[in-house]
């Protein structure tokens, strides 16, 4: 049962952009709470990239700050994330992440989209 689905990554030239979303199921969850990206390059640990709160307060890795922007749209239970001005260290399969609660459940937990491969080449 698929619970996150990620779209929007590919292939795009050093200054290109891309926009990737995010959406979680309505049918399994029923309370989104913190929602973010974050990137795992070839041979390198999975790092932080945006978060953002059911407020819509942000935070960013020092690498992408000014460059991409994530936001959220609670009535379509999506997470975005605008990437722009890529480079090719931005080179990464990208996940999406929410921390959520689940019809019938009372606690919260962490689910991860299945990553979508973001290339910046040229």
């Known amino acids: 049962q698929v619970q996150l689905v990620e779209s929007g990554g590919g292939l795009v030239q050093p200054g290109g952009s891309l926009r990737l979303s995010c959406a979680a199921s309505r049918s399994i969850f029923s309370s989104i709470y913190g929602m973010g990206w974050y990137r795992q390059a070839p041979g390198k640990e999975r790092e932080l990239v945006a978060t953002i709160t059911p407020g819509s307060s942000t935070n960013y890795a020092d690498s992408v700050k000014g460059r991409f922007a994530i936001s959220r749209d609670g009535a379509k239970n999506t997470v975005y994330l605008q990437m722009n001005s890529l480079k090719p260290e931005d080179t990464a399969v990208y996940y999406c992440?929410?921390?959520?609660?689940?019809?019938?459940?009372?606690?919260?937990?962490?689910?991860w989209g299945q990553g979508t491969q973001v290339t910046v080449s040229s």
């Open positions: 992440t929410i921390n959520a609660r689940t019809w019938g459940e009372q606690g919260r937990q962490d689910y």
